[in-house]
């Protein structure tokens, strides 16, 4: 496995060599694909340094408190929505709901890292121009960028693997970090033209960051 992380003691973000490939990184590919990608996984680390944990260091590494009691309350007040919002999800392959305590850290940085990738690609739209969509696929570049996104996170799981992550995991199980990032962004509403108030665009949204 080939794992990029964030490292809280140094403050800095490690990318090891072998993540740049395959359906995370190609320069041969169009950028909406590798935002999506790589674009995805870069944001979501640099989040993890303003989560639940993150926040607790200081920019020299230091275990401290550095934010003042408004943005703490704040972050407080938007994080537990983002629990709340993980917690009423239900896995349907064995029944069990996320614990959307135990996950919060991980799903901030989701929901982070996926409007960060999406924004930095419409800004790099903005400099270089519209990209060309992928011949026989009827997706927009936009659309596209989702559905790369969304590919991060492709995966399958043995039951018991499912279960385990469910009860003690720090991460919520794959369809649940699509799902409940996207589900928060006007951004994949407007791209994909979901009603208002479908599952997919619900009225009531979370962001934290």
Known sequence: VVNAYYNALENSI????GILQGSFFSR???NYLNFGGIGFVIGHEITHGFDDRGRQFDKDGNNKNWWDSKTDSNFKERANCIIEQYGNYTVPENSLQINGVNTQGENIADNGGIKEAFRAYQEWVKDNGAEKPLPG??????QLFWISAANVWCGKYR??????????GSHS???FRVVGPVSNLPEFAQTFNCKVNS???PKHKCSVW
Do not use: I
């Open 14 to 17: 490690e990318f090891p060599a």
């Open 28 to 30: 041969d590919k169009p």
């Open 137 to 142: 696929l009827n997706y927009t570049p936009q």
């Open 159 to 168: 039951p018991e693997v499912l279960k385990l992550r469910v009860q003690v």
């Open 173 to 175: 199980p794959a369809q």
């Open 199 to 201: 599952p997919m665009n």
